[in-house]
């Protein structure tokens, strides 16, 4: 699960992070109230919207010439006159997609005197087993060029969990980011504070990008972006009310009730697998064969007829789904329960576009037969390639 920068900011600040003070607001009448509740004189305002790349977005509907979604103001009538341009309309950009996001929310924050932009993030590093720092002196909006171009220039510390961040974690911390007097200082005692807030609040992803050292030496977080355990937010209510459903899409929001592994893919092949492993395989043979996923959707080992017809539900409600790939290798899934599910769910939904169905495994046998002795229009494959080629060659005509 994301949230907002704002929203970030003040978790963070509740550990005692130094950030800056700054407003949410949520309509242009707000900015200048929220503006002169901030020292000033400089203003910076910013589009929440979950996604990266945002001060070099571009508003669909303001042309190529008008300025992105991060913008300075050096007034409290520009505040307010950027407010009233960025709210409601679509910023695209590099992590967005074509399509863009709509920004609903804005954050007017108060200004800094910059001397120095650093990048540090915290991830769960899969190859040591431990929560890593990644640290480089180049931060900024160009971080992606950073780690392609110039690699070297990036240094990840992996933290012992038993020790927690240790005297030596920040001396080779500091040290990668040639910190030095009071932004080392306030470097030595930030870094166990976000690795806390990491730890106690389940975070899968904690970035400041930018990490900033000010003219007058001292350190801030001038950006945030957390993720969060989806696993382990049954533990954090105080999370879970920071949820913000407008930026996630509607067919992921109601897989999500219903406990399902669900992915938004721009493709026309809808895919229902059970199990990640095989849900990737499937999207890679679709691919191999010339066409695209319109999905990942991992039903799960367990699941029931409900879950499986309310997966197919799902899928169908996609505009952009030509065709349907089934693709289930029964083990604790059973192949019947597939075939009852996809049977119920086509007899409610209806079926408009090709559906191919290849099913592996338990009772297997009895799944066919059910599928057969439908009535429906499906299409049974023997294998996962039979199976990629009938649903291209059925969207193909």
């Not at 929220?34 to 305002?45: C, N, Q």
Request: hydrophobic share 45%; aromatic share 6%.
């Amino acid at each position: 699960m994301n949230i907002h920068e704002y929203q970030a900011k003040a978790l963070l600040k509740s550990y005692g992070a130094p950030v800056a003070e700054g407003v949410a607001i949520f309509t242009a009448d707000e900015a200048e109230a929220a503006a002169k509740k901030l020292p000033g004189p400089l203003y910076v305002v910013k589009s929440q919207i979950h996604a990266g790349g945002r001060g070099k977005g571009k508003f669909k509907e303001l042309g190529p010439d008008a300025k992105g979604g991060v913008r300075l103001a050096f007034s409290i009538d520009e505040a307010k006159a950027h407010a009233k341009e960025m709210l409601g309309n679509t910023l695209v950009t590099a992590q967005t997609g074509p399509a863009g996001k709509q920004v609903n929310r804005l954050y007017i924050e108060d200004g800094a005197d910059i001397d120095r932009e650093l990048y540090l993030s915290l991830l769960v590093d899969r190859s040591v087993g431990q929560i890593a720092f990644v640290v480089s002196t180049e931060g900024g909006m160009d971080i992606e060029a950073v780690a392609h171009d110039t690699p070297e220039k990036i240094v990840n510390v992996a933290i012992n969990p038993e020790a927690g961040v240790t005297a030596a974690d920040l001396a080779k911390l500091t040290s990668a980011l040639k910190l030095e007097g009071e932004a080392k200082a306030d470097a030595e005692k930030l870094f166990p504070i976000l690795y806390k807030a990491f730890v106690e609040k389940d975070m899968s992803l904690l970035e400041v990008n930018p990490l900033i050292v000010m003219k007058n030496g001292r350190m801030r977080v001038l950006d945030a972006k957390v993720s969060f355990d989806g696993n382990a937010l049954f533990r954090h209510d105080d999370i879970k009310a920071l949820r913000d459903e407008t930026e996630e899409d509607a067919k992921e929001i109601e897989a999500s009730k219903w406990d399902l592994a669900y992915v938004a893919l721009d493709g026309n092949i809808g895919c229902m697998v059970n199990g990640a492993g095989l849900a990737m395989a499937t999207m890679d043979i679709i691919k191999l064969y010339g066409k695209e996923p319109a999905n990942f959707c991992d039903v799960g080992g367990g699941a029931g007829k409900e879950k499986v017809a309310a997966a197919f539900k799902i899928i169908t409600a996609d505009p952009k789904v030509e065709g349907i790939l089934v693709n289930i290798f029964g083990g604790i899934m059973k192949c019947d329960v597939i075939a009852e599910g996809v049977v119920a769910a086509v007899q409610e939904v209806g079926l408009k576009v090709p559906l191919v169905v290849r099913l592996e495994g338990t009772n297997v046998e009895l799944g066919k037969k059910i599928l057969n002795e439908s009535g429906l229009a499906i299409t049974a494959a023997d294998d996962l390639d039979d199976a990629a080629k009938k649903i291209v060659a059925a969207i193909n005509g």
